[in-house]
């Protein structure tokens, strides 16, 4: 079982940067991909970016390509989402995830989610 705790969202204006952290608890952080998802009020979660087990291999959304960045530092047990660029439609409720299997892109493939961090993008 892994716990998830992410960290580094708030406010910024529109264009601006933020990084969010995502802290994982037990020793085989390795063993899983993770995933950001996001959900906007009134809209249903959605898929941001994953990154394989050891990262290797990244996928992002095509709203946020280019953009944003996902990372990792196995040794850190932490992932990364970069947000460069930011739009007011970025504005959103942004999950962590870890996932047992391969990495993807369904929310359900992940088992494990953090409680969330508010970013919102003002004008």
């Known amino acids: 079982q892994v716990q998830l705790v992410e960290s580094g969202g708030g406010l910024v204006q529109a264009g601006g940067s933020l990084r969010l952290s995502c802290a994982a608890s037990?020793?085989?952080?390795?063993?899983?991909?993770m995933g950001w998802f996001r959900q906007a009020p009134g809209k249903e979660r959605e898929f941001v970016a994953a990154?394989?087990?050891?990262?290797?291999?990244?996928y992002y959304a095509d709203s946020v390509k280019g953009r944003f960045t996902i990372s990792r530092d196995n040794a850190k047990n932490t992932v990364y989402l970069q947000m460069n660029s930011l739009k007011l439609e970025d504005t959103a409720v942004y999950y962590c995830?870890?996932?047992?299997?391969?990495?993807?892109?369904?929310?359900?493939?992940?088992?494990?989610w953090g409680q969330g961090t508010q970013v919102t993008v003002s004008s």
């Open positions: 995830a870890a996932s047992r299997l391969p990495v993807g892109t369904r929310e359900s493939g992940y088992q494990y």
């Open positions: 037990g020793r085989t952080f390795s063993s899983y991909a």
């Open positions: 990154i394989s087990r050891n990262g290797g291999s990244t």
